[in-house]
């Protein structure tokens, strides 16, 4: 679930707080220009995920993605990297290390089929 989040509100721990455990995520009213509606899945349970590249959306949102769906974010490939989001049509250092690491190379679209 999307929600603005009103000034008023920012200040009142207990719905901060509600809003974290329920996975909800703010995306102020400024940065709804490419608004992204997806389901809160937990497909993702176990999985961290890396991206390398220039992604459709700001990092950010792929950030909050993983968290909803039970995911999690990693800024680098190492061991516990389960997948990577490659948008390079080049080599990059980190698919280097993803294929080092036998780590799972997927496209945008292949992580959107994954929390769909």
Known sequence: MIVEVSKEERGNSEYIKMIYEERIVHISHNSTDNWLYTPITNKLAGK?????????????????????????????????????????????????????????????????????
Do not use: C, W
């Open 48 to 116: 961290n995920i890396a991206i390398t590249g220039v992604t459709t959306f700001p990092r950010q949102v792929y950030v909050s993605l993983f968290n909803m769906n039970g995911g999690v974010y990693k800024s680098g490939v190492g061991k516990k990297t389960t997948h990577l989001i490659n948008t390079h049509s080049e080599e990059s250092s980190k698919i280097k290390r993803a294929k080092e690491h036998r780590v799972q190379l997927i496209t945008e679209a292949d992580f959107f089929k994954m929390i769909a």
